[in-house]
């Protein structure tokens, strides 16, 4: 770690911990859901919604934090969005309906959503350029480790035929971020009282109507979207289709999990002496041969290798893509990071909510849905990149 970055080895991996809240919550979940569909005697549709309403809950939360945070600092958005998912955990422990829980689950979104836009809004804050990028990545390989190890967790949890207990441990987490922030962050922030609460959202309208941010936003929307169809259909697939136990569908989730922790370590790695378009471009490019490999794995063979190692090599390509997606556009406007960190955040969560919520209707749980949905996304996202957002003049290393 170089000079520039010495000294908040503590702040990035807090940083990173916040990041991974918003993964913790579905990959921690996501063993349980034909259990809570049993226990809560809703169809595998319904269930598989729960993971689709806690995006929205994300999206919802990234637009509020995100410009308020720019106005009144990020300490306190953070403190408050902390607490939200606290006790929306908690309500989920109690609910009694498969309703109830799709109300619960939003507003835990919400609350989670804080801290997963308030940490890049920090990053960028402090570092500008390919070091941004770097400090991102090093984020993202902390936030990657959650998918890797919650779902082996909520695994063997699930082994326990008690559902609630999933939450009560997300609301301890909750708990110990807001101790954590009173902590490490300090109570003075980039509080502007010269900008108007009015002013703050406003700077949304401003970002929107640049081409660059609306084609970055929309890119990486599309690969992450391919994420999320991951995430809410494997469990299905892999537990009900392929006959896997729970703990076995937690070690199969952090294998392809674990790409995602790959690429953004290397890209870390590599980011200032190549620069972001170079890995933009790699990054995309391995996320349309992966979907590609999927699709005629799926077809020729069926079998479950078909769908980890493809969706293993697209996560490797995600590390690559996002990271500098973000810095190459917020990089550009410092003195509203907050509303663009929540932008990035709100594309990504409400393409991946309608991708989530398509395949849950569906009904199909076969490998069949999932590798279709891959090969539209992945492709489709490396030619807005190649096509269009690659000839822009954006310079940010």
């Known amino acids: 770690m170089d000079k520039s970055l010495s000294g908040k080895r503590g702040l990035i991996f807090f940083l990173g911990a916040l990041t991974a809240l918003g993964p913790l919550c579905n990959d921690t979940y996501s063993p349980f859901l034909p259990l809570i569909a049993r226990s809560l005697d809703a169809l595998p549709g319904q269930a598989q919604l729960t993971m689709s309403t806690i995006l929205l809950g994300f999206a919802g939360g990234q637009l509020v934090y995100g410009p308020l945070s720019d106005r009144f600092g990020r300490r306190p958005l953070l403190l408050l969005g902390l607490i939200v998912f606290m006790l929306a955990s908690i309500g989920c422990a109690f609910v009694l309906t498969i309703n109830q829980l799709l109300f619960g689950r939003f507003f835990q979104g919400f609350g989670a959503a804080a801290g997963m836009v308030l940490s890049r809004a920090i990053i960028l804050d402090r570092w500008r ?40 441990m997300l609301a301890l987490v909750g708990a110990m971020g807001a101790i954590a922030t009173l902590i490490l962050l300090p109570r003075a922030g980039m509080d502007r009282s010269d900008v108007s609460v009015l002013g703050s959202f406003l700077a949304y309208g401003k970002l929107l109507r640049r081409s660059e941010v609306v084609g970055h936003i929309f890119c990486s929307g599309l690969a992450m ?8 259909g494997s469990p299905f697939v892999f537990i009900e289709y392929f006959g896997l136990a729970p703990h076995m569908f937690g070690y199969c989730f952090a294998f392809v999990m674990l790409g995602g922790s790959l690429g953004a370590f290397l890209n870390g790695r590599m980011v200032v002496g190549i620069g972001t378009m170079k890995l933009i471009s790699f990054g995309t490019g391995l996320i349309a041969i992966s979907s590609f490999a ?17 969706f293993c090599g697209y996560l490797l390509g995600i590390g690559f893509v996002v990271t500098n997606l973000i810095t190459r556009t917020l990089s550009l406007y410092p003195g509203q990071t907050g509303a663009g960190a929540a932008l990035f955040g709100v594309g990504q969560f409400l393409m991946g909510a309608t991708a989530a919520a398509v395949l849950g209707f569906l ?3 076969t490998p069949l849905p ?24 954006v310079s940010t290393d």
């Open 370 to 393: 999932l590798s279709v949905s891959i090969v539209i996304l992945g492709p489709l996202c490396a030619l807005v990149w190649w096509t269009w957002l690659r000839g822009l003049s």
């Open 225 to 232: 979207a391919g994420v999320m169809i991951f995430v809410t």
């Open 363 to 365: 009904e199909v749980q």
């Open 129 to 168: 350029g390919s070091q941004a990028s770097r400090v991102l990545s090093m984020v993202m390989v902390i936030a990657f480790f959650a998918p890797v190890f919650a779902p082996m967790l909520g695994g063997w949890l699930a082994i326990f035929g008690y559902w609630p207990i999933v939450f009560w």
């Open 294 to 310: 999927c699709f005629a794995a799926t077809l020729m063979t069926g079998n479950i290798l078909g769908i980890i190692l493809p």
